[in-house]
């Protein structure tokens, strides 16, 4: 009977454990798709409304709100190619940057409202200059990708006529 006994507590031990891990499986299957969700409203959020991005090539007039900081920002380290750098183990290495965040408008998109554009130091110093001028309303140009991105400012005098570049 004691053996009986013990295949039973066994069993039951057993069946103990793969409710625990079912448990665990199920709770890190929830927290994945909470975490899936969280990225691709980020990403949306990039993509539609609450930054703004330019690509080369592209012009516009922004129209800057006042509201600007500096804010540290941790991003994924990236080698002079463009590569994601891992570490020993193949982790991601990140990598913490002050960048420097300006609310904007697209004048010749205003129903996108008011973004964040976020840029370097030495964008920022030139931005800098032209708003200790005065200058609210910018014509901005960008050409060239990642490390060879270069903007050209433009002041523009008034509060823009939304008729474009």
Known sequence: M???????????????????AAVKT??????????LEMMKQARDSEATGDFF???????????FTGD??????????????????????GNIKMVKKLRYEYRVVDINQRDRGVMTWAVSKNVSKTIDEFLAEGFLNLKVSREGAD???KYFFVPVAGTGNGKGV
Request: glycine letters at 4%.
């Open 147 to 149: 490390m060879g991105t």
């Open 2 to 20: 004691s053996n009986m006994t013990s295949n039973q507590k066994e069993a039951e031990k057993a069946t103990t454990n793969e409710s625990a």
């Open 53 to 63: 991005k330019m690509q080369s090539g592209q012009k516009t007039v922004l129209q």
């Open 68 to 89: 600007f900081e500096a804010v540290l920002r941790e991003f994924q380290e990236k080698d002079a190619a463009g590569n994601v750098v891992k570490d020993k183990e």
């Open 26 to 35: 199920n709770e890190l299957a929830a927290k994945i798709q909470r975490n």
